[in-house]
Nanobody
Framework: QVQLVESGGGLVQAGDSLTLSCTDSTRSSFRYPMAWFRQASEKEREFIAA????????DVADSVKDRFIASRDSAENVVYLQMKNLKPDDTAVYLC?????????????????????WGQGTRVTVSS
């Protein structure tokens, strides 16, 4: 069973950069689309980015497209989220997700309901 683990979060100042990583201990995630979402306190889960299994299709939310980059290293079973020029509004728990229903398909969905495996999340706090 897939087990996703996020890392790389922390407390930073506005304008700083962070790179989040999501790994799968079973090393089977390379077959599936994966995504990043975030959830701020008392807010709904928000789509950030999705990457198809082969990395050819990448979708990034318009709200962060000019500052965030998503990528994956399938050989290492790692998905990354590079974040620059962070703002206090970026403060949230960032969650990695995997869509096991699309095996080797070139999809990158932006709805949380499309994903059936989730990590515990890594917290990003941006101070002003």
């Amino acid at each position: 069973q897939v087990q996703l683990v996020e890392s790389g979060g922390g407390l930073v100042q506005a304008g700083d950069s962070l790179t989040l990583s999501c790994t799968d201990s079973t090393r089977s995630s390379f077959r599936y689309p994966m995504a990043w979402f975030r959830q701020a306190s008392e807010k709904e889960r928000e789509f950030i980015a999705a990457v198809s299994w082969d990395g050819d299709k990448i979708d990034v939310a318009d709200s962060v497209k000019d500052r965030f980059i998503a990528s994956r290293d399938s050989a290492e079973n790692v998905v990354y989220l590079q974040m620059k020029n962070l703002k206090p509004d970026d403060t949230a728990v960032y969650l990695c997700a995997l869509d096991s229903s699309n095996y080797y398909t070139n999809t990158a969905a932006n709805l949380p309901t499309s994903y059936d495996y989730w990590g515990q999340g890594t917290r990003v706090t941006v101070s002003s």
